[in-house]
């Protein structure tokens, strides 16, 4: 056995498998899609939020140089809605009647031969509206209002009379701005009719959601739908629905019988794909004076488009944070003349998060304690809504370890007592928690005659390292060295997989590969039960363990033989099997299956002056149960770290109120994070792997950001001694 045959192979930060194809330029994503014949589809949106269309001239439009069709409601054809899924309802079809719900709305697409062609004459296209009033204001009387469709809503104890006599009692106010979903790859799709069905191409992040909406929307069966993403040019939750665009491109490419690319512009994906919903928390927590929480009320209303049904439980996980005997959570929604909302990256507890984690650093100020010793008072040992032990629990760890790395005995307690020069420097901090999250999920493994192996599944990769993740699971499984194993993925006809988000792909795609797998392994074995050439005659699974490309008995570890062996002694090219994994079933695990938790420090530096914010460094504590690949897991922390500070200091959608027009949908306008923003970031992994998960693993998307918003507030009324209670923090809000 050689060095490299002995080194594990799930666990050390192997390089990304597609790193290359990226860098050469050789991983086709929907946008880079060229087909024979293929045409251009370029969208028309409104310039109202609300009322109807009426008049709609298409006529110079129509007669434009290499014009094909203007589709509009006039002529586009009745369309049933997508299939409800894992996360809600799909967004109505498009150009169904003459309403119109919001600013930016799809009112028609142009297709010509060439993208330039339909670009100017979507310009050519004229409509006149009936404008009614627009719904735009989260406060506005007007505004219908929804109770939580989730039944997620917590009543426990006596909450109204726990506040009443608590010792301490604070309440607060905290606002979140609408957040815009930016990938850096603009949003494309490529329909394709054949007479055999039908093939997208799509940035999406759940192929086979894709292709049950298209099915049920165009009346075909599953199996005449194809949907492809190989390549996602990110996505951070936008690719979870199959949103109006792409049943466009679809549309137009039926009507015409030629292929059609319709490719988002940078300003149409903030009115096209969804955002983070803004929202507002009211939050009143009660302790005794050594620091027990008594009681909790955190009630939240965030917005909603006026026919969708997107939901985010934004105040629910406040309920299960800390012990407190007695809490109400109420999430709410007001319906709006805006674009649809959707996912956002640690979607819900980026918000609620922000909320409690500052409220708490306000209670350990009034109490004169330190902010890691308010919340280990108040740390929960077992669920706190069934009393159930945790499946693991490595908060406290996470707590010391980022202290210790972030040097926090350093922090003196009172706000500006801490200094540089000009700058006033803070320290903050807060405690994170991202719940548990899985589905059902298929894969399929192959072992070639040449001892290769090739396993697939229908996930998609947006950047977290699934293909990599996955080969390691696949070559650790199979006993195959990671080069000579080629993972798949992004392809609807593939094995059946959940969604890539949530926090929830791997632990549901990992042990599937795992099966898949053993089942492979399981057939190479069966072909030499009875064979008296055969080194591994009557083996079992148990009886065997593999390596460097071979199958070695247990017993004598010296016997053995290689897959390409087998398979070529017995005349087959080729083995496959099918693996499947299914959620836990807490009830039979008898514990409270545990999300991933972290704990986060930030340090940040404040012009005494100016008020101007640097935070120049970042500690984050994880517990995410076993790590199968160090490096891809950093990079994730480390993203999401990013995108906290954006929206804690920069991202915010503006909607004007007026309107409804988002005035700022471009990217010198909507301000993210750059390099010069992007401080000193520190991972540490802490805890062990989860015994509720196969291969004992917590997902680890999102707690990467939930947490730095309330970590720089906290850390900005240290220096400061002002504290900020809506995001972003920005210098008028500071001064």
Known sequence: MTAAEAEPVVGPGIDRVDGARKVEGAAAYPSDVQVPGMVHAVLVQSTVAAGRIRTLDTGAAEASQGVLAVITHRNAPRLPGGPMTALGATPPAPLQDDRILHHGQHVAVVVAETHEQATAAARMVRVVYEVTDAVLRLDDPRAERLQNPWGLDTDRGATGAALEAAEVKLSGTYTTADNTNNPLGCFATVAVWERNGLTVHDATQWPTMV??????????????VRVLAPYVGGAFGAGL???????LAVLAARMLGRPVKLVLTRPQMFT????????????????????ELVALDHRSTSTVA????????VAALSALSYACPNVITRDSQARLNIPDPTSMRAPAEAQGNFAIESALDELAHALEMDPIELRLRNYAETHPGNGMRWSSKALRECYEAGAELFDWSRRTPEPRS?????????????GVSYPWYAQPCNARATVNRDGSALVRSAATDIGTGTYTVMTQVSADALGIPVGRVRFDLGDSDMPQAPQAGGSGLTGALAPAVQDACRGVLQRVLDLVRDDADSPLRGCTLEDVTVRGGRIH???RPGEGESYADILERHGHQELSADGASTPADPSVLGMAPAGAFGAKFVEVRVDAELGIIRVPRVVSAIDGGRILNEKTARSQIIGGTVGGIGQALFEETITDDDTGRIANATFGDYLVPVNADVPQVDVVFVGAPDPATPLGTKGIGEIGLVGIAAAVANAVHHATGTRIRSLPITLDRLL
């Open 553 to 555: 008995r247990r017993d």
């Open 418 to 430: 801490m200094r540089d020069g000009d700058w006033l420097v803070g320290y903050g901090m807060a």
């Open 306 to 313: 006026m026919e969708d049904e997107d939901f985010e439980p």
């Open 211 to 224: 292709r049950s909406t298209l099915a049920r929307t165009f009346d075909l069966p599953e199996s005449a």
């Open 272 to 291: 096209s794909i969804g955002h983070r919903p803004r929202g507002v928390q009211h939050l009143s927590i009660g302790s005794s004076r050594d620091g």
């Open 241 to 247: 629905r199959a949103w109006p665009h792409v049943v």
